[in-house]
Nanobody
Framework: EVQFVESGGGLVQAGGSLRLSCAAS????????IGWFRQAPGKEREGVGC????????YYADSVKGRFTISTDNAKNTVYLQMNSLKPEDTAVYYC?????????????????WGQGTQVTVSS
């Protein structure tokens, strides 16, 4: 069973930083893109970015480009989301999940369940 466990969320002031972690199990980590997604209260879940586990290619949503960085530790089957210069509008529950990327398009892959997510709250 494909499983993801997110951690590292918390409360931070605007302009601060957080690093989220995502531990994956149940599938071959090296063969897929892994994505970060978030859902703010009252809004639909949206993509934050994704990374190819095999070659490190990354994609980011325009809203986080230059502020967020995704990286992997393949030996640990773990993906990280380094978030800098946080804004109140980054407040959301953050999830990781399998992703796909083709050309300039990327998104959630059609397998695996959502984890519990980790809450990020940015105060103004």
């Amino acid at each position: 069973e494909v499983q993801f466990v997110e951690s590292g969320g918390g409360l931070v002031q605007a302009g601060g930083s957080l690093r989220l972690s995502c531990a994956a199990s149940g599938f071959s980590f090296d063969d897929y893109y892994i994505g970060w997604f978030r859902q703010a209260p009252g809004k639909e879940r949206e993509g934050v970015g994704c990374i190819s586990s095999s070659d490190g290619i990354t994609y980011y949503a325009d809203s986080v480009k230059g502020r967020f960085t995704i990286s992997t530790d393949n030996a640990k089957n773990t993906v990280y989301l380094q978030m800098n210069s946080l804004k109140p509008e980054d407040t959301a529950v953050y999830y990781c999940a399998p992703a796909y990327a083709y050309g300039t398009n990327w998104g959630r892959a059609a397998f695996g369940s959502w984890g519990q997510g980790t809450q990020v709250t940015v105060s103004s």
